[in-house]
């Protein structure tokens, strides 16, 4: 028996075994490979979340990886039955008491225990997948569990160990029943077979483990197994016991201070020397030995070089065509040609020819691609492939153009067929092609696919290529050969459809979502490490805080850019405590999700070749995207955007509304005046990328006049190429100001006025400099993107080569225009993706500038349920004139309604209005809303409550949903006051419930008889609908009908908190809302609102509050800021839905203007110190007496401190003061206020108000 050979941890936890595992895949193999172990194995608990990122990090520390899994295994995995937590059950952390005798009657009937397994080969590893999907599939009851039958059906290629203590054996001899051990043993030599058996032996200083190995043995030797040893490893080192500890606390809820917790038994579950291992095993030493043994048995090679996309299978229907065999040789020959040259430019001689094999395999779809691209070329271009000669060049065209691009689809089909991706373009073509026949609203095509002409002419992308100069080779090349990138938009609402038609096609089992991982970043460690050393919140908040924000920023790197972190640290033992347990957690797996859109198709059962689990009842991988592209099978990104929902929304209530019924977004001028106009003017709420307060300011500050211009805006807006937007923004204005970087580079860089904006510059100026092809070109440009030196240094170099041979360039020239290339490429964005979200931006901002309403009524539908956005996008509404009307049952639907034929509308001049949708009403749903209607719909409009009760099922409206009709105003159209119908709904209620008994039973009422028969001695003294007769006192108050307004529909219906102050809040305010961007740097303001959307902060500086908030005013509202120190004095008066009156300053900066308040106060109790003199202009032919009584008795009433004088309005409009004594001091209040101005002898008045000063404030901290 060796004494110094190596050995190798064959059980072994990493952080994919989640809130429990404390290991990282590649500081394990690191560990490993000092030891100077020959492989290592990873068993994480029931998954196989971590297997190609453990793979691959043995393999680059030159170890060999043994992949593996500890199974969740129990009798029968279909039986669902709640493992018993009986007191004396242990499992792998716990222990027994020393005194317990062992009693198999104690054994749990229905328990969970552990089995662990490793692959041998590829055949095992596939088998590990199908072992762990299913359990995740099927067997999930606590934990995804598998049994013997599953084990007995997949074993093959797999090598089984006998478990931890929580093993089936190793339970069965804790509770003494060897037996029952024997008999599972001979169970699992039966499965696995002898050799591919073993015995695993632990000892981690536990009673129970050590009571256990001599049965261990016992079984090994009886079944002549081999015994392995093992350490149950769960984290690297010894000293990341106490990072692991406070994971599991993280796990369970619970700190770390807590005696009663989850807690390993002692800190020796680590990554152990070999000579740690043989002193714990030292009786045993064969034990070593054999781990090796397995290792040496395992020889797992996945393969990430295969192609598992699904072979497109064309119905027959698209096989009527004849096959253009010979045509598409003749492309296939053009790949031939491209190969060869790519070759000899990689310095080999080798010269491409294709295999009659290799070309029957391309032609077998290929010839469909093609004659999908020929119907597709004359739909686009109005080009017929067959027939190109005939066709006329429309005005700007080339005169070959028709020649021009045919060749460059052959080019391009060449390319695609050369690389394999003739499926790929086909499968996308085909479920494209059921949504548009479906009539789901597809996407113009983000990513860089939008660059290719192929994928324009089959419909996939909405974007002309050639009008806007994207580049195919930006998506594929032969020098750079990786799949397509197509991210495709669909309607957010039938995004669903589309995914079931691909499942459908291509089988369930062969599409999966794909699963994200949620990690620990720096801020949320410091944050969990903090709650379980139990450190009150606000410290940890503030030790949070502390870290930099950036995204995605390290805890070591935040220590060396935070000079307050590391002053902290260094005074703070508590604070260095978190740090350091925070800094081995860091990055580990903290919960999985599932990818937003991220759909994997395989030509196989996903699991296969990749593990599945289930993710919100879906199939979902259990790898992350790029290890399952890298297995060979096909991602695609279907995305559900919003955007798409309001602009086809908004295009159907146009065909429906306008008469416009060939209405076409698709098909819309890109040249639209009323579009820029709107745009200029930063009226871009509701428009798709445009809408920021930083957009619209910099929509106004270009003065867009073209579509490219939005391309550009879109591209420019984001950190880093910001910083050219003033360049830009010069260019535009000014053409001289344009600097380009070569004279060559001129035509180049004009559209964009000297800045490089998107990638696709970057490439085409190296292939005019230096002669690249754009292949190469795209390889420069990925490596300038992404500073990879050693390629960097080598590019540079064939640049340097290239501009000289190309333009005899001297070398100095050429690396000060590599130079300059590199600083632009570092920002550049992908022109394509540009350009399909700045259509989107176009089509919305078109939409709103020529069919406000229907564009308005889509986007508030959008986001119904959403309360700050529902009110946010109707303050944007009002501010366009239209009006959002409250909701009626006989007229609204369930969502919002535009309405564009409304003769009160027409007579004010409006757009129209907007019916608010019942299913929008916070409280009533849209299925309450879809029975109301489907009833309204089926046997008319509704007459008033009573027979809306009748008609409807109680249970679809029950009371809550009556409750929220009634305070919303769905019965205005009664005429009975809200408050009066409030007040009776209970009997109501209950009188239909009786009638709809009745009338089930086949009965008619004393009451129906005189249903009909008018009452004549009825008093018609209040207002009447039919033969009612209403008590209009009965109404809500004023301010509790607009509370219940402003709390179910998000805004204000029958007035607004402000009407009481008219007149005097545009006294009280300074600037006009409309025109806020106008205000200068550091302007003093004042204005009165109503408060909402209060939402409290801590400064990073000194952890002291502040808040931010929405202003309501009768114009509209704005986002506002209160920063510590105002907020420590002023805070108190800052509650939603509360009046204020509010003084501060304007800050003006590049992302527009910013309110910054200094003081808040009631507006009801500070108003009577700001108007400090009014005059009355009074009609002297009017009732003055009336008048003078009232104020009269307002000053009598309220003394205050506003003083008042009169003056009358002559026949010829002159106005004479009147002389009035100084004793006319009152207080001014709204009811006194409303009470004088509403005489019919007032025919205005003058307010003066204090002047807008701020209160100085003493700085209190200084820099």
Known sequence: MSESGPFVHLHNHT????????????????????????ALAMTDHGNLFGAIDFYRSCRKAAIKPLIGCELYYVSDHKQNERPKRERKRTDDIGDIPEDYVPSPEDFPKYQIHHKGVIAKDFEGYQNLCKLVSDAHVNGVYYKPRTDIEKLAQYSKGLIGLSGCINGVAAQYLIYGDEANARRVTSDFVDIFGRENYFIELQDHGMPVQRRIIPGLIKLANEFDLKIIAANDSHYVYKEDADPHDALLCIQTGKIIADPNRMKYPSQEFYLKSREEMMEIFKEVPESIDNTVHVAEMCDLEIPFDENHYPVFEAPPELRTFKEDASTFDRILDIYEVEKTKVNKQDGKDEVCKL???????????????????????????GVDYDNRSTYTPSEGQRADFAEFLCEQLDYQIAIIAGTGFIDYFLIVWDFINFARGKGIPVGPGRGSGAGCIVAYVLLITDIDPLRFGLLFERMLNLERVSPPDFDIDFCMRRREDVVSFVRDKYGADSVANIITYGTFGAKMVIRDMARVNDVPFAEADKLAKMIPDELNISLDASIQKSKELREEIERNPVARKIVEQGRVIEGMVRNTGKHACGIIIGDQPIHNLVPVTLQEGDLTTQYAKGPAEDLGLLKMDFLGLKTLTVISDAETSVKRLEGMRDFDIEKITLEDSKTYELLNQGKTVGVFQLESSGMQSLCKQIGL???????????????GPMQFIPQFIRGKKDAKTIEVPHPLLRELVSETYGVMVYQEQVMEAARIIAGYTLGGADILRRAMGKKIASVMEAQKEVFVAGANKTHGMSRKMALGIFAILDKFAAYGFNKSHSAAYAMLSYRTAYLKANYPVEFMAALLSSEQGNADKVAHFIDEATAMDIRVLSPDINTSRQSFTPVVDDPEDEAAGRPGSIRFGLGAIKGVGDAAAIKVIEEREANGPFTDLDEFLERMDSKAVNRRVLECLVKTGAFDFSLEPRGAIFERLEESINYATARQRDKEAGQNSFFDMLADTPDANSDSGGATNGNRT???????????????????????????????YNGLVEALTNFDLDKIDDLGDRIEFQICGIASGVTTKLSRRDNRPWAFFNLGTLKGSVQMNCYADPYGDYGHNLENEKLVLIKGSVFRNEEGVRLSVSEIYPLETSMPDQIKHITWILDPKGDTEAFFYDLREALDSTRGSTTSDLAFKLDDNTIVTAPTASSLRWKVNTDEWAKLRSQPAVVGCILQTAPVELKKRERRWKK
């Open 1030 to 1060: 209403f008590d209009m006192s009965k109404q809500f108050p004023k301010n509790e009908m607009l509370a219940y307004e402003k709390e179910l529909l998000g805004f204000y219906v029958s007035g607004h908190p402000l009407d009481d």
């Open 705 to 719: 006049s073209v579509f490219e211009e939005i391309i550009a805006l879109v591209a420019l807006y984001r950190p």
């Open 15 to 38: 952080h994919y075994s989640l809130l429990d595992g404390c290991a990282k895949p590649a500081r394990a193999a690191v560990r490993a490979k000092e030891l100077g172990m020959p």
């Open 355 to 381: 295999t009659k094999k290799e070309r029957d395999l391309h032609k077998s779809n290929g010839t469909l691609l093609l004659e999908l691209c020929k119907r597709g070329l004359l739909d686009r271009y």
